[in-house]
């Protein structure tokens, strides 16, 4: 059972990449005032964490209606997830969401909060991905599955926290801390994703 939340967290903890995320909060919210941002920063994990909470509980049912079975969708999702970590580790993501936010913002966005902050930043394509394998693999025990929703929670009030301390963290980090702690990040991923498809290919094999 605390294998299952350590792996969540820590798969979950990746992909959304809190700290990550704090130029793209920063450039979306640029020229507010605090009392906008701090609404932002708290609607745009909320949003998020309601989108992944929704995915967790129906993912499963959506696919089995689509006659996805779930070692199909792991190894799948393993290689959306390393295209993730890929980006991560040789792209530019966090100045990559930053221009994003940027763009979205001189665009007059009616709301940054759920573009693109909470989606597709937080529960973009990769969130939601891991999330629908962790709730496969969680094989309908609903401890378990409690124990994802608690996880998805707490790594959204993480993002929180991010945002509400995005101008502190930005200039502690800095550029360079920023891009490598993108490209560690990315590293980790990257073996949490081979692991997804392997564990996809040996269900597949024993299920034929």
Not at 88 to 103: L, S, V
Request: glycine share 10%; aromatic share 6%; charged share 10%.
């Amino acid at each position: 059972m605390l294998d299952f939340a350590l792996s969540a967290f820590v798969t979950l903890l990746l992909v959304v990449d809190p700290v990550g995320l704090a130029p793209a909060f920063l450039a979306a919210t640029g020229g507010m005032p605090d009392k906008v941002k701090r609404t932002i920063a708290l609607r745009a994990p909320l949003i998020a964490a309601s989108i992944l909470v929704v995915i967790s509980l129906a993912g499963n049912w959506l696919l089995r209606q689509l006659g996805i079975g779930i070692p199909a969708f792991q190894i799948a999702g393993g290689l959306l997830l390393f295209g993730v970590s890929y980006q991560m580790i040789f792209g530019d993501r966090p100045h990559r969401e930053a221009r994003e936010a940027d763009k979205a913002t001189s665009e007059h966005a009616s709301d940054v909060a759920v573009f693109p902050l909470a989606i597709p930043m937080m529960a973009g394509p990769g969130a939601i991905t891991a999330t629908i394998l962790l709730a496969g693999r969680s094989g309908g025990d609903s401890t378990q599955l409690m124990l994802l929703l608690a996880v998805i929670v707490v790594v959204l009030a993480l993002c929180f926290v991010v945002f509400s301390l995005a101008g502190r963290i930005g200039k502690m980090l800095g550029t360079t801390a920023n891009v490598v702690a993108s490209r560690l990040l990315g590293v980790l991923l990257a073996a949490l994703a081979v692991q997804f498809v392997i564990d996809g290919v040996r269900a597949a094999l024993a299920g034929s």
